[in-house]
């Protein structure tokens, strides 16, 4: 009677964790990007909602002081935290300055409608004309 052979050889299972070990290496990295990059868009959202509500207290007041953008902004949350800085007569910028996770991201969005990068972990770069949402510098808006 001939004996059937079951089972997996060493070699074979060795084989098998270095290609799942390959495959991790490439895949943790790009998800952890892509984690990072999704946080990013809860400030964009937040920014991008605020600026009507202080453009209709111009159109109101015909001026920006006296705006506190509290209303408009959502509680400090566990990536990011909002102010209103620079309030004149005829300029503001509102500010999101990543904490936690997100240590390192500042964005801001001024009464031109301008979107600046004005702070980024290693890696990602700044930039005074768009919100860097990608690992290199590079924006997408």
Not at 1 to 29: C, D, H, N, Y
Not at 52 to 81: C, H, K, L, M
Request: net charge neutral; with cysteine.
């Amino acid at each position: 009677m001939k004996r059937v052979q079951q089972g997996f050889t060493l070699i074979e299972i060795m084989v098998s964790v270095a290609i799942v070990g390959i495959l991790m290496a490439v895949a943790i990295p790009a998800y952890s990007d892509y984690v990072t990059r999704g946080r990013l868009s809860e400030a964009f959202t937040a920014l991008g909602g605020a600026q009507p509500a202080a453009e209709q207290f111009w159109s109101n007041n015909r001026t920006y002081v006296g705006f506190d953008g509290v209303s408009t902004f959502p509680a400090a949350t566990a990536n990011f935290r909002y102010a209103l800085s620079a309030a004149t007569a005829s300029s503001y910028t509102l500010t999101a300055t990543g904490i936690g996770k997100m240590n390192g991201f500042v964005y801001t969005i001024d009464q031109n409608g301008t979107h600046a990068t004005t702070g980024s972990p290693t890696g990602w770069g700044v930039s005074t004309s768009c919100w860097v949402d990608h690992k290199g510098g590079a924006c997408s808006n």
